[in-house]
């Protein structure tokens, strides 16, 4: 048969199906391979030669495999021709394609790679049949992968789809077909139904305890985009609820492989993804296990040795999400920590100087809110934290230098306030704020030290500014603690100076201004009665006329 011929042939392929039930039609194969790859619809010419090139696999002996081009070219016709025709609805019809299939396969071992074929037919054959393995199917999506980051509309939905790119994800060790699956991966999770995504979820988290076995367990450890990658589905895809006993396995793996020094030549990049993931998912360990009222998981992350450092670590990273997922497992460490009313066995010291130093680098982005939140924290639950702050390199800092470092800390956190940029930080700020008053009085019982703080000029300056902004309840809860111990502050100060305030002073302007500008009405109507009446009692007191 000539190229003419062959060319005319397409048209009538029943004279091609003759010419393939010959011994060995490998130059019919090879144009019909290259016609499949050049022709803008090649699925219209090679449907009607799915009977024909079934009845050709069938023929051949079962000890007989054909030469490696051949197979390739096979491979490509056969799958293209299988996913054009729907006419075979006959059972012996369907057994026959089950069965050339099962044949055709058999050629592509050991390694179907070699025989791929980069066409959108070979993926979708792929999954037409239940006789396919996956590890063929992992081949054909690895091979797919090296040049395609998406996959075609009709694997998109498939739970055994998104199965096969776990593992590729797993398994494979090269970072374009790594990445090009997680590209595809997402795609497929957006097309895919609650339900899917939820039983995906069940078996990501399933795999955990494995895969983080295996990466605890590398004697060379390697830390590679694979875990990163592993790691991010884990935490973007957390289940409603998880067995306690694979809740608590993942903690003590998560404990023991952040806890572990990273590898010198790691690159900055992937560092910072694995940290990331990481306290993430440990973040969501916790979450989870508190919600079923099991607090092992609590306990693993603060008796494992040098887990809490490493995460302290963290929180000063360069990159903002590390540092942040570091805080907020840091914060609700302490909140679940204190209010099971656990008592430390060691206490982590967070140094003051370099919390006002990050705090003054950080002034408006969201590490600002989360290391206020965790300082919040700190302050706010005492003697029972597992961290705390620490005002000095010294061990037994004096108390000029305790107070000291808690008014840097107050007007670096007051400074922040008069940013109007961050929601977050100006509500963690006011609690922060209020904060550090309870922890002077409840851990330090200091009444000078008390008094120093309530004092503070700027602060006065600081409340001035608020009453021209929206008002917050965080706000005026300061100002009612505040209030009321600058009343306490005044009155002392009165009964042994004998001093009273004039009209012109500070405090009584701030407090005129506040009775001026806090209007008593709304949601906040409550908390602004409150603070007025401590207002109109200074007010009294100083027995100035305004």
């Known amino acids: 048969m000539g190229l003419v011929e062959l060319q ?15 011994n060995q039609p490998y130059s019919l194969l090879i144009y019909i391979y290259f016609y499949c790859q050049s022709s803008d619809n090649p699925e219209e010419a090679t449907a009607p030669l799915l009977p024909y090139l079934v009845e050709h696999i069938l023929k051949l002996p079962k000890s007989f495999k054909p030469p490696a081009y051949i197979i390739k070219a096979l491979w490509l016709v056969f799958a293209m021709s299988t996913i054009s025709n729907g006419s075979l609805e006959s059972l012996g019809e369907r057994v026959y394609l089950e069965k050339a299939t099962d044949r055709l396969i058999s050629m592509l071992y050991p390694d179907p790679s070699i025989y791929y074929t980069h066409n959108p037919a070979l993926l979708l054959w792929a999954f037409t049949s239940q006789r396919i393995s996956h590890c063929v199917r992992l081949h054909v999506l690895s091979q797919w992968f090296k040049s395609e980051d998406s996959l075609p509309a009709d694997l998109t939905t498939q739970p055994i789809v998104w199965e096969l790119l776990l593992n590729i994800l797993i398994q494979c060790n090269d970072k374009t077909i790594v990445g090009n699956c997680m590209e595809a991966l997402h795609v497929c999770l957006e097309d895919g139904d609650d339900d899917s995504r939820q039983d995906f979820a069940g078996l990501i988290w399933s795999m955990l305890p494995n895969v983080l076995s295996k990466v605890l367990i590398d004697t060379e450890y390697q830390i590679d985009t694979n875990i990163c990658h592993f790691l991010d589905l884990a935490t973007t895809l957390p289940p409603l609820e998880i067995d306690q006993i694979v809740c608590l396995k993942t903690a003590v793996l998560i404990t023991a492989i952040f806890s572990k020094n990273l590898p010198e030549h790691c690159e900055e990049s992937t560092k910072h993804h694995y940290e990331y993931v990481c306290l993430k998912l440990g973040l969501y360990l916790l979450s989870l296990s508190n919600s079923q009222n099991d607090n092992r998981v609590l306990l693993t992350y603060t008796n494992r040795v040098g887990f809490l450092q490493s995460v302290l670590a963290a929180a000063d990273s360069t990159n903002e999400n590390v540092s942040c997922a570091a805080l907020q497992l840091l914060s609700y460490v302490i909140h679940y920590f204190t209010k099971n009313n656990y008592q430390p066995k060691s206490v982590l010291q967070i140094q003051t100087h370099l919390i006002i130093k990050t705090l003054k680098r950080d002034s408006t982005n969201e590490r600002g ?28 800092p004096t108390v000029n230098i305790q107070c000291n470092a808690l008014r840097a800390l107050m007007l670096r956190i007051q400074l922040m306030l008069c940013c109007r940029d961050s929601k977050n930080q100006s509500t963690a700020g006011w609690k922060t704020l209020s904060s550090i008053f ?15 703080l309530t004092s503070q000029p700027w602060t006065h300056t600081l409340i001035q500014f608020q009453l021209t902004q929206d008002l917050t309840p965080e706000f005026l809860t300061f100002t009612q603690n505040w209030l009321t111990l600058l009343k306490i502050t005044i009155k002392k100060c009165q009964e042994m100076n004998k001093i009273q305030h004039c009209k012109q002073s500070l405090v009584i302007k701030t407090m005129v201004l506040m009775k001026k500008n806090l209007i008593a009405e709304g949601a906040l109507k409550e908390i602004s009665e409150k603070v007025l009446v401590i207002v109109d009692d200074i007010l009294e007191d100083s027995k100035v006329k305004y």
């Open 8 to 22: 005319y042939g397409i048209e009538t392929p029943h004279r091609i199906g003759l010419q393939l039930q010959k």
């Open 438 to 452: 309870k922890h002077a009085i409840v851990t330090k019982n200091d009444t000078k030290l008390i008094a120093t």
């Open 369 to 396: 809110a989360s290391l206020l939140q965790l300082v919040y924290m700190v302050l706010n639950t005492g003697a029972s934290s597992p961290l705390a702050l620490a005002y000095s390199v010294e061990d037994q």
